[in-house]
């Protein structure tokens, strides 16, 4: 790398943290802020026109990206909305895409349907800044496992959608060679990826070593997207499908440690990422212009066709998502209230009567039978934040477009028609989206919402913290506490001993290896109890997260304690 290209990367990198910072303060999205930043000085004088190699997001930044949102998904809520986060992240990017492929083939002369779809499909995808900004004003929790859903999975049907469109119109259209292009690239993504990321989750658990497993897992994206599109499938689905594995089986096979440096070089690699494309967006402004203009008609074509195409999306987005949602709401509802009264009835008709639950603070507690606890959680979650037509309101107005759009049109052959204006019409979209709803959404979701959208939710910590004592104080009390190799604590530690959870610091110092190791065995079984208490969904996916996060920190100082004293 020459001296130049370190300082161009070293600038950007800085511009990225100044200007995020500034942005936060000033209350404005960060993504915003730099794309203003980027076309401002692309327009310096001194600036040559700059053009960042698409594949260099597609494959250099996405994968890596996409990967690491997956890993921190929010499992229980994508599975409770699974089919609206489809609907949308699938259905409604395959019809935006059809509508408009019909749109571009009218107004662009020359182009046809088949090329008129791919620049449907480069413009369909959502942009993840939505739900940064939406999680910031304080948006209800579903609405944001919404768009978190949609914004993980859309890029890769959009990206397949492009790919096969392409295809088609290079060779002719055929339904059924479409159909199962699209399949092939999506179900050979979610094999090898899935592969991928059970075989990194083993390999990092014999790795132990927490600086080895943070290079190892920083190659995990790729080894699952290289393969993937060596066969012809979607990189980017492959990526999603490996972090979906690493990112539930983390709590099983790593250690804490390798777990807390997962998160945080994983949210520096996004924080670094995310600002570089969108400042790399506003910075190919004016080489994008300049390379149109030799035909200006082309630029003074895209000013009117653009905005018709953001209004197009906005429509279709607004006409899907709000019966899709109004319906989405009560289909869910039935079927869980069914599935609860069949399980039940199988229960009852059965040889082992039904089980009574406990109530455990403002929760129910686990003493019934798996299915039934799960199904009951359900219930809970859905009478608890049901999908209102204000929540439809935010999901439709959150639906901007962003750095992929700009990415993948850059991907578009050479010898497509008018091809400068297509790129031009996706910056277009894209810049004008982020702009007007990215400027708008916080005002809407502040309005919509309410002070406090989540104020009324229970203390989900809390409680699972009183969970967790409980099942620590019950295994004292019944003397079922040992170490890994199942020796037994000398008895002394289960008469005098009550779980320290959360109260380190507290005189610790003085605690010998045998009651450190204690502490330690307890932290595990409360560990397993929370893997539970995660699967069956009973509490808010985050609050789960943030007590693992908080037993992990716990068991490194309790270890560090027990080095120390060695």
Not at 103 to 116: H, N
Not at 277 to 306: K, P, Q, T
Request: glycine fraction near 10%.
């Amino acid at each position: 790398m020459s001296t130049e290209m370190l300082l161009v990367v070293l600038s950007a990198v800085v511009l990225v943290v100044v200007v995020t910072v500034l942005a936060r303060k000033v209350g404005v999205a960060g993504p915003l802020v730099l794309v203003g930043t980027g076309v401002a000085v692309s327009y310096v004088p001194a600036i040559p026109p700059i053009s960042v190699e698409p594949n260099l997001i597609l494959v250099g930044v996405l994968p890596p990206l996409l990967y690491s949102a997956a890993v921190a998904a929010p499992r229980i809520e994508f599975r409770r909305d699974s089919t609206a986060i489809g609907g949308l992240a699938v259905v409604l990017v395959i019809v935006s895409a059809l509508v408009l492929g019909v749109f571009f083939a009218w107004a662009v002369p020359g182009l046809g349907l088949g090329l008129g779809i791919a620049l449907g499909a480069i413009l369909s995808p959502t942009d993840a800044v939505a739900t940064s900004i939406v999680k910031e004003q304080g948006a209800p929790r579903r609405v944001l496992a919404v768009l978190e859903g949609e914004s993980l999975l859309n890029d890769a049907t959009a990206l397949v959608t492009l790919r096969t469109a392409i295809a088609a119109a290079a060779v002719g259209f055929s339904v059924l060679g479409t159909a199962g292009s699209f399949a092939w690239a999506v179900l050979s993504a979610v094999v090898v990826g899935a592969g991928v990321g059970a075989i990194a989750l083993r390999v990092r658990a014999w790795t132990q070593s927490a600086t080895a497993n943070t290079a190892l897992g920083l190659t995990v994206p790729y080894l699952a997207y290289l393969p993937t599109e060596a066969l012809g499938g979607s990189g980017v689905v492959a990526a999603v499908a490996a972090g979906i594995v690493c990112g539930r089986g983390a709590t099983r096979w790593l250690t804490p440690e390798q777990r807390i440096s997962d998160k945080l070089n994983w949210r520096t690699v996004e924080f670094v990422l995310e600002g570089a494309v969108f400042l790399a967006m506003g910075l190919e402004l004016y080489g994008i212009v300049s390379h149109g203009d030799a035909d200006g008609a082309h630029l003074l074509r895209a000013l009117w066709i653009a905005p018709a195409a953001l209004v197009i999306l906005t429509g279709i987005r607004a006409a899907y998502v709000f019966p899709m949602l109004g319906l989405h709401n009560v289909r869910v509802r039935r079927s869980v209230d069914k599935r609860l009264a069949a399980r039940e009835k199988a229960l009852r008709d059965g040889d082992d009567p039904p089980r009574p639950l406990v109530v455990l603070g403002e929760r129910r507690n686990a003493s019934a039978p798996e299915s039934i606890r799960r199904l009951r959680n359900d219930i809970d979650y859905y009478e608890a934040a049901p999908l209102t037509r204000k929540d439809s309101t935010i999901v439709v107005w959150a639906g901007m477009r962003g750095v992929v759009t700009l990415a993948a049109a850059q991907t578009l052959p050479e010898q497509t028609p008018a091809r400068d204006l297509l790129v031009f019409i996706a910056f277009l979209v894209a810049a004008g989206s982020l702009m007007l709803q990215g400027l708008t959404l916080p005002a809407l979701v502040r309005r919509l919402s309410g002070p406090g959208a989540d104020r009324d939710a229970p203390d989900d910590v809390r409680l699972i913290h009183a969970d967790l004592h409980d099942v620590a104080e019950r295994a004292v009390a019944r003397r079922t506490v040992a170490r890994p190799d199942s020796t037994a604590f000398p008895p002394e530690l289960y008469q005098s001993s009550r779980p320290w959870f959360f109260e380190i610091g507290r005189a610790r110092h003085d605690a010998g290896p045998d009651a450190l190791e204690f502490e330690l065995a307890l932290v595990g079984i409360m560990r397993e109890r929370l893997r539970g208490l995660t699967s069956s969904g009973q509490y808010d996916s985050g609050a789960a997260q943030y007590v693992f996060d908080e037993l992990d920190a716990y068991e490194i100082t309790l270890r560090l304690h027990l080095a120390g004293g060695e």
